[in-house]
Every structure is written in structure tokens, then in C-alpha cells.
């Protein structure tokens, strides 16, 4: 088995097809995207395939270390990054093919009149073990 993270974006990836901002949603259709996503999870969970996953805020901070007795240096939020994530979901799973076969089930998660956002997913694999160095 092989650990992927999928990625949602904010915005940087390429527009999804039902490309209507979340907070121009309903409730009702933040509802039903949400209970997509749970039920989504839920059947992962059941196969052994999910491990995690959560969303995110839109708000955050660049940080970095700074030196020796100094405080952590902060830079932020930065709205206009093209790298928001929206949320996450770590799966394991047999293949990449697999991964990209779930990606694009999540890609299908109702949005703007309950239409499939059609949104792009980010898939990433884990590292295995550390990269090797070759001189």
C-alpha cells in the first residue's frame, strides 16, 4: 500500500467546471458538499483506504526560523497566493492509478446547484524513504 495526499486548492489549479466561489453557496449546497466529503471518508474508511483528512481556513502565515534567540520571523497572510489548500485527505492505497481513480470520484463533490464541481485535485505520494544522494 502507498500513502497519497490529495490536495483541494482555493485557487491555483485550473477553474473547476461549476466554478461558483463556496461563500456564494447555499447552505444547503455547503451542506451537501460537506456530506459528500463525509460520506466519501466514510467508505474509505470501511475498504482501509482512508487515513485522514480535514479542510482549512483560508487565513495563514508564512513563518521561518530566524536565528539563534530570535523569534520565528511572519509574513501573511498572503491572500493573493496562488497556493491556498483548501483541505486535505491522506489515503492508502494499492496503486497510483487507484489514487487518481478516488481523486476524480472527490472531483465530483456537489457544488453551486448541486452540480459536480469538477474541481482539480492535487495527488501527491508520500516519500517512501528519505531521497537518496548520488555523487
Same mark, same amino acid.
Given at each position: 500500500m502507498a500513502k497519497y495526499l490529495l490536495l483541494k486548492h482555493y485557487r491555483g489549479a485550473p477553474a473547476p467546471v461549476n466554478d461558483v466561489p463556496m461563500d456564494r453557496w447555499t447552505p444547503e449546497e455547503i451542506s451537501a458538499h460537506v456530506q459528500y466529503m463525509n460520506?466519501?471518508?466514510?467508505?474509505?474508511?470501511?475498504? $482501509?483506504? &482512508?487515513?485522514?483528512?480535514?479542510? %482549512?481556513?483560508?487565513?495563514?502565515?508564512?513563518?521561518?526560523? *530566524?536565528?539563534?534567540? =530570535?523569534?520565528?520571523?511572519?509574513? $501573511?497572510? &498572503?491572500?493573493?497566493?496562488?497556493? %491556498?489548500?483548501?483541505?486535505?485527505?491522506?489515503?492508502?492505497? *494499492?496503486?497510483?492509478? =487507484?489514487?487518481?481513480?478516488?481523486? $476524480?470520484?472527490?472531483?465530483?463533490?456537489p457544488g453551486a446547484g448541486g452540480k459536480p464541481i469538477h474541481e482539480w485535485l492535487e495527488v501527491r505520494p508520500f516519500l517512501a524513504c528519505p531521497p537518496t544522494i548520488t555523487e
Open positions: 460520506d466519501f471518508a466514510a467508505r474509505l474508511e470501511k475498504s $482501509g483506504e &482512508f487515513v485522514d483528512g480535514q479542510a %482549512l481556513a483560508p487565513e495563514g502565515a508564512w513563518v521561518r526560523y *530566524d536565528g539563534e534567540g =530570535r523569534p520565528p520571523v511572519t509574513d $501573511g497572510p &498572503f491572500a493573493e497566493t496562488k497556493d %491556498l489548500i483548501a483541505g486535505w485527505m491522506i489515503i492508502d492505497v *494499492d496503486s497510483y492509478e =487507484r489514487a487518481v481513480e478516488l481523486a $476524480g470520484e472527490l472531483s465530483a463533490a
